[in-house]
């Protein structure tokens, strides 16, 4: 690493008011219509998978996109490639509010919105890497993970108060103003870098479609990668089917309804919580380590569970262990990626969470359809869960980390 004078600026927390946000912004719309599909369904007179299409616009688009992005976010850096998303984003959900009426208009503006999303999550490592030391890297990439669950509870309480009193087009026309605020706010305040790098300036890779594979040979990112395409997949699956998972379970809609509210809430709360243990370790691999025993234990627990205390009990500590996990892992990604640009690594990490959110979704479905059950597909994501366990113990901490404590030390 380049040996440069270095500083710790206090600008560091307006970058992070600046791009929250947006990136908040961006899951509103994605997740507009899910709390009220059959309203929407009604409104619109299209079939349930034409709602649901609405929701899965996301995951295609990142597919399609998330590869343009990352190169954006390493060659030219965070700030332009959250200023294009931005843009899309505002613009899109602006659009899609004026079409409101027309259930084709409002679905190709749901996919405008979609391709500005790998735009404003692939700098999720980035902004952390250019402002924040080290020992407030995952602290930092908690706080942009955790306005992302902000953004999926938004909708779920507001969706349905909106479409009560307005009908679609009230509902569209507050996230289009929402949208386009945020989008200014993060052009505004967000700046690339600091005066003085927070740290030792890493030499990096310049960004190729050859080094985003190269990863693949990377045998610690590759165990990482296995991570994420199983409790990505896993994690999507239960906040898309919560309803289908619980009611047979003994809970009514309201009450499934409500443990996954928990879900979430607890999420946020392991956002702030353990990536902010990780920082003060200095360690990222005992917590994940622990977290999928304990994944493991609470998913077999989710599967043969009755009565609503004590489900909700469950799936606020599986909400809070997988989600307060996730920015462990994005920045542990990052640091194992190096010298690969945090752009790619992390581009190339959750494009393999979508793509397996995708699959295991159409599996949980097609597994209900033939077996009659939940139990089955349950059983399916316990075990899978169950694999990470010895993978996450084999995993080692980053050999950025240990050069960090190294010097730290010295």
């Given amino acids: 690493m380049e040996q440069h004078p270095t500083r710790v600026y206090g600008y560091r927390w307006a970058i992070l008011a600046g ?23 009604a409104a619109y007179r299209t079939s349930e998978l034409g709602i649901s299409m609405l929701s899965m616009s996301y995951m295609i688009a990142y597919i399609v996109f998330t590869f343009p992005a990352s190169w954006i976010v390493d060659s030219f850096g965070f700030r332009r490639s959250l200023i294009i998303g931005a843009a899309i984003t505002a613009i899109g959900a602006l659009a899609r509010a004026a079409c409101a009426s027309s259930f084709t208009g409002v679905m190709i503006c749901q996919f405008v919105i979609a391709a500005g999303q790998p735009f404003l999550l692939n700098v999720l490592t980035k902004i952390p890497a250019n402002w924040f030391p080290l020992g407030e890297r995952s602290t930092a990439s908690g ?35 929402i949208a386009a605020i945020t989008a200014l706010l993060a052009i505004l305040l967000t700046r690339e870098h600091p005066p003085l790098p927070p740290g030792p300036v890493p030499e990096r890779e310049q960004v190729s479609l050859r080094s985003m594979i190269g990863l693949l040979g990377n045998g610690a ?48 709360a392991g956002a702030v919580i353990l990536p902010a243990i990780s920082d003060r370790m200095r360690r990222r691999m005992p917590l994940l380590s622990v977290g999928m025993v304990l994944m493991t234990v609470f998913y077999l627990l989710l599967t043969f569970a009755h009565g609503a205390v004590l489900i909700t009990v469950i799936t606020g500590l599986a909400g809070l262990t997988i989600m307060g996990l996730a920015p462990i892992v994005f920045q542990h990604s990052a640091e194992t990626a ?12 959750f494009l393999m969470g979508q793509v397996s959110g995708a699959l295991f979704i159409f599996l949980y479905e097609w597994v209900v359809r033939h077996t009659g059950s939940v139990l089955a597909p349950m059983l399916i994501f316990v075990v899978l869960t169950a694999i990470q366990v010895p993978i996450a113990f ?17």
């Fill in 221 to 268: 990112f590759v165990q990482i990668l296995v991570l994420m395409f199983i409790s990505l997949g896993v994690f999507n699956t239960l906040l898309t089917e919560v309803d289908g998972i619980l009611t047979p379970r003994g809970l009514s809609t309201g009450q499934a309804d409500a443990a996954g509210a928990v879900f979430v809430v607890a999420g946020i």
């Fill in 338 to 349: 190096y010298p690969v640009g945090e752009g790619s690594s992390f581009g190339l990490l």
């Fill in 19 to 41: 791009a929250a946000p947006i990136i908040l912004a961006s899951q509103i719309c994605w997740l507009t219509f899910a709390p009220v599909a059959a309203a929407a369904q």
């Fill in 143 to 177: 706080v942009l993970t955790l306005v992302q669950y902000v953004g999926m509870i938004v909708p779920m309480a507001a969706s349905p108060l909106l479409v009560n009193r307005g009908g679609m087009h009230a509902m569209l026309t507050c996230y289009a103003v």
């Fill in 394 to 410: 084999h995993m080692k901490e980053s050999r950025v980390l240990l050069a960090a404590q190294g010097a730290a030390h010295a």
